[in-house]
């Protein structure tokens, strides 16, 4: 049963714009997605710069997946790993990822750090990541201090779901920051 407060269906959440798309990266966002960029359809179009996502390694990805299609769960040959994704996972990630995470880790440290596992929590992308941190962190009403200029999509990623505030400090080389 749905219960209606001052004819007012939705949440304060669900109507509000804390959706973080009200300032001008956004609108750069919204460019490019009208106007592309292509290299030969469209040598005129807007690049887009501001996007934590790599796309420029897709080729790469694609290649290594064709030469090593048996590590691919997308494929007849590598079906038989399905199994291990398809169900629910456990609420830090995969444990087989975690624990191949962690080796890397260690590798990339030059063995000079070992990575437990068991203390590593996964997220899908840094929106997630962004917004569990932050739930830890503090309380609805409480701040978070964040350098300026900031990645302006922590609007939506650290404040939006949370209720928590962002404090820009101005940082450059005369503050010594």
């Keep these: 049963m749905v219960f209606k407060l001052n004819n007012q269906m939705l949440s304060k959440m669900a109507i509000g714009d804390g959706n973080g798309e009200n300032n001008s990266y956004f609108d750069g966002w919204k460019a490019y997605d009208s106007d592309p960029y292509h290299h030969h359809n469209n040598p005129d179009g807007v690049i887009q710069m501001g996007l934590a996502e790599n796309q420029l390694c897709f080729d790469l990805v694609e290649e ?102 962002l404090v820009p400090i101005e940082c450059d080389s005369a503050n010594n920051f």
Excluded at 109 to 123: E, K, N, Y
Excluded at 139 to 162: H, I, S
């Design 64 to 165: 290594w997946l064709k030469k090593y299609h048996v590590a691919s769960i997308c494929t007849p040959e590598g079906v038989g790993g399905f199994k291990d994704v398809a169900i629910f996972q456990d609420y830090h990630g995969w444990p087989k990822f975690r624990n191949a995470v962690a080796k890397f880790m260690g590798k990339v440290r030059g063995d000079r750090l070992s990575f437990d596992l068991d203390r590593i929590v996964m997220a899908a992308r840094a929106t997630e990541a962004h917004e569990t941190v932050a739930f830890c962190l503090a309380d609805p009403g409480e701040a978070l201090l964040v350098p300026n200029p900031y990645y302006p999509g922590f609007d939506r990623d650290l404040r939006w779901r949370t209720g928590i505030q």
